[in-house]
C-alpha cells in the first residue's frame, strides 16, 4: 500500500470497504440459511438488500468523484467471513449457533461503522459533500443493523442459548 496523500488513503479505503461490503453479500445468504431463529434469519436477509444498496452507494461515490477503485481483498471481512464458516461447521443448527452467529455479524457491523466513519471523515476532509453524505447514510444504516441484532440477542436470543446448554 503505497498511499502518499489524503485523496490516495481515502480510495484506498473506498476500495477496501467495497470489497468488505462484497463479501458481506456473498456471505448474508449462507448465514440467513445457518440460523434456526427465523427473526435472525429475516435480519440477515434484510441486511444483504441493504448491502446491495450500500455497494451502489459506493459505486455512486466513485461515480461522483471521477476514480477508480483500486483491486484489493479486505483482509479483515476475509477473516470475519471465515470465522461465520467455522461457527456453522463446529456449532449445530440451534439458539447456541444462533448467538454466535449475532456475535460474529456484529463484529462485522463494529468494522463497517469504524470503516464508514473513517471514509466520512477523509470525505470531509477533502471537501467531497455529496460523497461525504452517501457514506453518512451508510454509517447510519450499520449502526441501526447493529441495535437491531444487540435486541435479538437481548430479547431472547442469548437466552435461549443459555436454556440449551
Known amino acids: 500500500m503505497a498511499v502518499k496523500t489524503l485523496e490516495e488513503l481515502f480510495i484506498h479505503e473506498l476500495s477496501d470497504t467495497h470489497s468488505a461490503e462484497r463479501q458481506m453479500a456473498k456471505a448474508l445468504p449462507r448465514l440467513a440459511r445457518a440460523a434456526a431463529n427465523p427473526k435472525l434469519a429475516a435480519a440477515f436477509e434484510t ?75 477523509l470525505a470531509k476532509q477533502l471537501g467531497y459533500t455529496d460523497a461525504a453524505k452517501l457514506l453518512h447514510e451508510t454509517l447510519a444504516e450499520e449502526k441501526a443493523t447493529d441495535e437491531k441484532l444487540t435486541l435479538l440477542a437481548e430479547h431472547g436470543g442469548n437466552q435461549a442459548a443459555a436454556e440449551n446448554t
Open 47 to 121: 441486511h444483504l438488500e441493504e448491502t446491495n444498496l450500500q455497494i451502489e452507494r459506493l459505486d455512486r461515490v466513485v461515480e461522483l468523484l471521477d476514480t477508480r477503485l483500486k483491486r484489493i481483498k479486505c483482509a479483515a471481512m476475509e477473516g470475519l467471513v471465515e470465522e461465520s464458516k467455522e461457527v456453522i461447521d463446529s456449532i449445530d443448527k440451534g439458539p447456541l449457533r444462533d448467538a454466535a452467529l449475532i456475535g460474529g455479524a456484529q463484529k462485522v457491523e463494529h468494522y463497517e461503522i469504524a470503516s464508514y466513519g473513517t471514509l466520512c471523515a
